[in-house]
T-cell receptor, first 109, second 111 residues
Framework: DVKVTQSSRYLVKRTGEKVFLECVQDMDHENMFWYRQDPGLGLRLIYFSYDVKMKEKGDIPEGYSVSREKKERFSLILESASTNQTSMYLC????????FGDGTRLSIL | QQPVQSPQAVILREGEDAVINCSSSKALYSVHWYRQKHGEAPVFLMILLKGGEQKGHEKISASFNEKKQQSSLYLTASQLSYSGTYFCGTEEKTSYDKVIFGPGTSLSVIP
């Protein structure tokens, strides 16, 4: 079975902090994705990557950056966390289908 | 552009049928369907790749009308285990690999 592991299930940070969310997959997938999930808005794509060091903006990239130095790891970075970034963050890997991690519930105080 | 899903929410009794619709304003390459149970990760149900394609997964099936840029998910003789939020994801012809998910449809099956 494909395993997508997100480093933290719950995370609490303060406004202005730099926050790193890590995601690791074990299936040698080229494609990896970061989404945020908010009630009533579904899964919104922040960034995706189709190869090492390659990235593309999704629909809501503002305030975020990503890093993919190794194929199995895709990191989401909140450069200066703000309260409106409090959300559930989901990582996925693969293509047709995507496999999701369990999510990180991030609270920015 | 995010696809539109309808209805937003539906409550069914066990054994009843339901249809969830997904539509896009863009020309589509594929439509993906996922189900997410409360507190869990979304789980893949099926992908439809060709216009007019229909697929089945147990008592859950789907169709894809490429010309209308629409897909429908059919849940037949619903079971308690079908409860959850259903998301459609669309892949536009102008941007392969990028899947845009709809806002979701909450489905509750009660005894």
């Amino acid at each position: 079975d494909v395993k997508v592991t997100q480093s933290s299930r719950y995370l609490v940070k303060r406004t202005g902090e730099k926050v790193f969310l890590e995601c690791v997959q074990d299936m040698d997938h080229e494609n990896m994705f970061w989404y945020r999930q908010d009630p009533g808005l579904g899964l919104r794509l922040i960034y995706f990557s189709y190869d090492v060091k390659m990235k593309e903006k999704g629909d809501i990239p503002e305030g975020y950056s990503v890093s993919r130095e190794k194929k199995e790891r895709f990191s989401l970075i909140l450069e200066s966390a703000s309260t409106n970034q409090t959300s559930m963050y989901l990582c996925a890997s693969g293509y047709q289908p995507q496999h999701f991690g369990d999510g990180t519930r991030l609270s920015i105080l | 552009q995010q696809p539109v899903q309808s209805p937003q929410a539906v409550i069914l009794r066990e054994g009843e049928d339901a249809v969830i619709n997904c539509s896009s304003s863009k020309a589509l390459y594929s439509v993906h369907w996922y189900r997410q149970k409360h507190g869990e990760a979304p789980v893949f149900l099926m992908i439809l790749l060709k216009g007019g394609e229909q697929k089945g997964h147990e008592k859950i099936s789907a169709s894809f009308n490429e010309k209308k840029q629409q897909s429908s998910l059919y849940l037949t003789a619903s079971q308690l285990s079908y409860s959850g939020t259903y998301f459609c994801g669309t892949e536009e012809k102008t941007s392969y690999d990028k899947v845009i998910f709809g806002p979701g449809t909450s489905l509750s099956v009660i005894p």
